[in-house]
């Protein structure tokens, strides 16, 4: 298990082995997410745009374009962690 300690000022490292788990780098921010267990699951905010591949469809092939509302759901769902 890796801890770290609050500041007076309310900031902490996040421990390295943690980070490097995450992904993260200097200036990348994080998510705070309260789960249906209420444990708190702490999340990259950034993602990799190879994440979005296929999300979006082409308007000549005949298809319909993902509409906003849509995309928002997905992002919603993708950083609360539900299926």
């Known amino acids: 298990?890796?801890?770290?300690t609050m500041t007076s000022?309310?900031?902490?490292?996040v421990p390295k082995?943690?980070?490097?788990r995450l992904r993260l780098?200097?200036?990348d921010q994080v998510d705070f997410v309260?789960?249906?267990r209420g444990e708190i699951v702490v999340r990259a905010a950034t993602?990799?745009?190879k994440e979005l591949k296929g999300?979006?469809?082409?308007g000549r092939s005949g298809k319909t374009a993902?509409?906003?509302?849509?995309?928002?759901?997905?992002?919603?769902?993708a950083h609360t962690g539900t299926r």
């Open 1 to 4: 298990m890796h801890s770290a």
């Open 9 to 13: 000022k309310g900031q902490m490292t």
């Open 17 to 20: 082995p943690i980070r490097d």
């Open 25 to 27: 780098a200097a200036g």
């Open 34 to 36: 309260v789960n249906e």
């Open 47 to 49: 993602s990799d745009v």
């Open 55 to 58: 999300l979006l469809r082409s």
């Open 66 to 77: 993902v509409r906003l509302e849509d995309m928002e759901k997905a992002i919603l769902k």
